[in-house]
T-cell receptor, first 115, second 116 residues
């Protein structure tokens, strides 16, 4: 089966610019996650969707980050305006459901460099 | 609340030697525990997981881990390292009961280097 697709693979922007990342989960997966992985740290959950509704966005910096999952399939994560500390790999993951025993499938990530 | 501590951000072993990557967790509810591997420029792949039942779990590529509740540990081992095992390894925890949420919390990772 096709995996989780993310684009772009790399993005370099200057601080205060805007950027958007795109994620296409595995077909049929109702739950979608965005993680931020800063160099030297483990991935941190930013937001979790169940279909097109938000389940958990407690660690999303809402003053600059936004995410949507229109129609409950693809998702976009936006940063506006970007700061230097936003430099990280942004990972998208999906699972069939939010159940505790569900396996997460991760994409290859988008590496963001903010200069 | 839950958290994971991985001891040693970098571990180096010789090819054929034992691999031991340490993970200790903290969780207010019975945990589900995971080990993920990340190869360069790739996404995270699930190596193995503990949910309930047998405390020694076997994963892919010859890795295994043992859940020790008394020690709050979930160390990852492999009897004989191979060059292809060089990667970054992440331990993770999530609540292990319904209603506890399913947020996956990762450790900071251990970079494994395998030398000839």
């Amino acid at each position: 089966e096709a995996g989780v697709a993310q684009s772009p693979r790399y993005k370099i922007i200057e601080k205060r610019q805007s950027v958007a990342f795109w994620c296409n989960p595995i077909s049929g997966h109702a739950t979608l996650y965005w993680y931020q992985q800063i160099l030297g740290q483990g991935p941190k959950l930013l937001i979790q969707f169940q279909n097109n509704g938000v389940v958990d966005d407690s660690q999303l910096p809402k003053d600059r980050f936004s995410a949507e999952r229109l129609k409950g399939v693809d998702s976009t994560l936006k940063i506006q305006p970007a700061k230097l500390e936003d430099s990280a790999v942004y990972l998208c993951a999906s699972s069939l459901s939010p159940g505790t025993n569900e396996k997460l499938f991760f994409g290859s990530g988008t590496q963001l460099s903010v200069l | 609340a839950q958290s994971v501590t991985q001891l040693g951000s970098h571990v180096s072993v010789s090819e054929g030697a034992l691999v031991l990557l340490r993970c200790n967790y903290s969780s207010s509810v019975p945990p589900y525990l995971f080990w993920y591997v990340q190869y360069p420029n790739q996404g995270l792949q699930l190596l193995l997981k503990y949910t309930t039942g047998a405390t020694l779990v076997k994963g892919i590529n010859g890795f295994e881990a043992e859940f020790k509740k008394s020690e709050t540990s979930f160390h990852l081992t492999k009897p004989s390292a191979h060059m292809s095992d060089a990667a970054e390894y992440f331990c993770a925890v999530r609540p292990g009961r319904a209603g506890g949420g399913n947020k996956l919390t990762f450790g900071t990772g251990t970079q494994l280097k395998v030398e000839l």
